[in-house]
């Protein structure tokens, strides 16, 4: 385990994610244009989803692939209720901040997924490529779990569309269909067309991984920066509660669908990563009352930077005790 | 120069709801404004600047359009309820134009 640890905390990926942190913390003008942000990360989904269809297609589609990606949307659409609960023992938060924070917590950040198989790779553990599939999946339940937690309580939702308007736009949503694409792409051409494409997909993986954490980490330091007045004890607690009891819950469901020990992980870093991206703005659409400072500011100053550092090489180190290997 | 009398309507609104809101002003028969990205602000909610910013979520946009003085009254009308719930500023203030037949 510290063993894991260490190598997590002196990888190159999380040392940048580090300095961007320390940099955003030290009010350096540090900053990375829009659009080199925007180009890292649809090279990184792009990558990361192709490569999961490649591996798809050397091992075959089999009944464990429909039962993790039900499993995942279950518990995308659970959580919610599970975080509704938490944060009512914790805070004082009214229902629609507390279904708005939530949903970020039933959903995913694709960026924590990509880290983590990335270090998975680094270290030899083979993982399911379909677990790209999974994460797809679990983008949106959430929503609609937190918005029938609202609607039940008899609070406002959505302005200017229904339920399915939400739906249909974060499944549009362009990480999802950049992700999904190519996860067909590489699962219809198989190993033939990674060959052809591999210059591209592998070698500079990691080295844009690095940069794309620095830029994370400096937008997770900002997050940082502002949690002080807006973070109080007990939201603090469950940004870190939240996902360990989510990744407990990941690693279990895992190890039920027979996953190999890399598999569970990356169940458990789904299950415990939050959305900055997509729920957002989906949050700010359907449930405008939510302070939008709340949740984004928990999700990314706390919960992303836990997972970064300190949760991956756990979430590993207990697949690993859980599932063997 | 011969100049016409017009309105000029400002709305600045969180980028998330820039589709939305472009889908009212079409179908409130406004068929010309334009859309700015805004860089940053201070308001009721606080500080936020566009930089560093992951999701559309925490952005504003600021949607532009002229129009007769007659036809104000009913854009308002048609996106005041897409409006009032969210985080903005709507503001008129009278403007002149040169080619009165494109308002």
């Not at chain 1, 591996?55 to 995308?76: M, P, Q």
């Not at chain 1, 507390?98 to 983590?116: D, E, L, M, N």
């Not at chain 1, 993982?127 to 309580?153: C, D, K």
């Not at chain 2, 009398?5 to 609104?13: K, L, T, Y």
């Amino acid at each position: 385990m510290l063993e894991l640890a260490a190598d997590n905390l002196t990888s190159p990926m999380i040392l940048c994610f580090v300095l961007g942190v320390a940099a955003a913390l030290a009010r350096s003008d540090l900053s990375f244009p829009e659009a080199v942000a925007k180009g890292m990360s649809i090279y990184l989904l792009f990558a990361i989803g192709f490569k999961g269809g490649v591996s798809l297609n050397e091992a075959g589609i089999d009944a464990r692939l429909v039962g993790a990606i039900l499993a995942g949307v279950a518990l995308s659409a659970v959580f919610p209720l599970v975080g509704f609960r938490l944060l009512a023992l914790l805070t004082s938060l009214g229902p629609t901040d507390r279904a708005a924070i939530a949903a970020h917590y039933g959903s995913i950040s694709i960026v924590t997924f990509v880290t983590a198989v990335s270090v998975l790779d680094a270290g030899g553990i083979a993982h399911e490529g379909y677990m790209v599939a999974v994460a797809a999946a679990m983008e949106a339940p959430a929503i609609l779990t937190a918005l029938w937690l609202v609607a039940r309580g008899g609070g406002t939702t959505q302005t200017g569309g229904s339920s399915g308007h939400h739906l249909r736009e974060i499944l549009l949503n362009g990480s999802i269909v950049l992700l999904l694409g190519a996860f067909a792409i590489g699962w219809i051409t198989g190993p033939d067309g990674q060959r052809e494409i591999d210059a591209m997909i592998t070698a500079p993986f990691k080295g844009v991984l690095c940069l794309f954490l620095l830029d994370m980490g400096l937008v997770a330091g900002r997050g940082l920066r502002n949690a002080r007045g807006i973070i109080g004890p007990g939201l603090l607690a469950f940004g870190v509660l939240m996902p360990l009891l989510g990744a407990a819950i990941g690693i279990a469901a895992g190890a039920m669908l027979g996953l190999s020990p890399g598999g569970v992980a990356l169940f458990a870093v789904l299950s415990a990563s939050a959305s900055y991206i997509a729920v957002p703005a989906a949050m700010r659409v359907a449930l405008p009352e939510a302070n939008p400072s709340l949740y984004l500011t928990l999700s990314l100053g706390i919960t992303f930077p836990f997972n970064l550092v300190v949760g991956i090489p756990l979430y590993l180190w207990a697949a690993t005790a859980f599932a063997g290997g | 120069m011969q100049m016409h009398d017009a309105h000029r309507v400002e709305i600045i609104i969180e980028a998330v709801m820039e589709r939305r809101l472009c889908e009212r002003l079409i179908e409130a028969g406004v068929t010309g404004f334009t859309v700015l990205p805004v860089h940053a602000g201070s308001g009721r909610s606080g500080h936020w600047e566009r930089e560093g910013q992951v999701s559309k979520a925490g952005g504003m946009v600021a949607v532009i359009c002229l129009l007769r003085p007659d036809r104000v009254d009913s854009l308002l009308e048609a996106v005041f309820p897409l409006l009032e719930r969210h985080i903005g500023v709507v503001s008129v203030c009278e403007a002149k134009v040169i080619r009165s037949e494109r308002f």
